[in-house]
């Protein structure tokens, strides 16, 4: 289905980008656009077969390197992504959003090769996601001030004190992303 906002996109990006925004649209018009408001209306999360058909569509790894299993693509991939899946609901656009901008993003760009190498290809996949834990209660989203501490003890273990919630994806999360 062409999307109003269509007709001025495709004058603003290259034909192969417009392409891949149009697999992307229609994928959300056959996986998530039918199935959409029963979710909601069940008060459900994304269900596993949905973000399993995200995953074999790639959408986990658009930003990751195809060294470690990605597509090697672009934050702007990523925006098309979330346009296409948004028309139909943002709830669904934020999840491999955020997972590949907060969750994966980090450890690419501030983790070892061992790590790298440990964690990217599940991730890309979508067989794992890395949130980032960001909102406390009582003080919102700030990451520059937090007040969830974690701290190495003699032991070599950590303590942490603090709380985190609403971190986007944490339903499904192996690793949680937090400010120190």
Known sequence: MARYVDTYLEQLIDAERFALYRTFCQFADKEIAPRMVGWERAHMLIPDDALAAMATLGLFGLTVDESYGGQGGTHRDLLLMGLA?????????????????????????????????????????????????????????????????AVRTLGGKWRITGEKCWSTNARWASHVWCMR
Do not use: W
């Open 85 to 149: 899946l948004g028309y139909h609901a943002q709830s669904v656009a934020i999840t491999p959003g955020a997972a590949s901008s907060l969750g994966t993003k980090p450890l690419q760009l501030y983790g070892t090769d061992a790590q790298k190498r440990a964690h990217l290809p599940d991730l890309a996949a979508g067989r794992r996601m890395f949130v980032f834990g960001l909102s406390e209660p009582g003080r919102g989203s700030d990451a520059g001030n937090p007040q969830t501490r």
